[in-house]
């Protein structure tokens, strides 16, 4: 199932799952309406997703990779308050281009609970987040293998942690917002979200 579910990453399955959701929300995504909509009998789309949730999981891991690479384009030799800034700036040039699967990305992806500090995969787009504040902050990353098998992991303090938390959860609000009056409210938006970040950084820095 693993192998046939990154066959089609790009195929017709992915690309309608996300077309549904971009034109009417998550909601609207039904498995008989989708297997229409690509050429399936019902009983065909399910050889590919057991379900509704593993369709939708597919999706936010397809997600999660295509924003790990959109942080990874910002370059990791700026000065780190510029690498931390244009990470941020990555994060939200990331959701006006995919608006379909940013909604579905962090709804969905599993969810474990882990204390702040703690390991987490590399290959979360996170990852990116954390290695670039802890550049900002001077503090090293350490990184490991997951004895259970994940892979590979790293891990920063707990401090470096809560920085990369407001920062992540101020480019978050500033997408949702930013989605939510696209086409409603004329402002300017890249002065603004730079502005924003800039002086939350400032404010973090001060702390």
Known sequence: MAGRHRSLADGDLIRAARQVVAREGLGALKMRRL????GLSAAGLYEYFGSKEELVLALAHEANDLLRRYLERVDPTLPPRQWVLGIGLAYLEYAMDHAETFI??????????RALG????????????????????GESVEHGIDPGGAGATLRVTPVVEQRAIALWGMVH?????????TGRWQYPRGPLQRRALECLIDGLERS
Not at 120 to 130: D, K, M, Q, R
Not at 173 to 181: E, K, N, S, T
């Open 173 to 181: 609000g500033l997408a949702m917002l930013d989605l939510g009056l």
């Open 35 to 38: 297997a229409k909509e690509v």
């Open 104 to 113: 579905v990305q962090f709804s969905r992806l599993p969810q474990r609970e």
């Open 118 to 137: 703690s390991p987490i995969p590399v290959e979360l787009s996170y990852a990116t987040v954390l290695t670039a504040v802890a550049a900002w902050m």
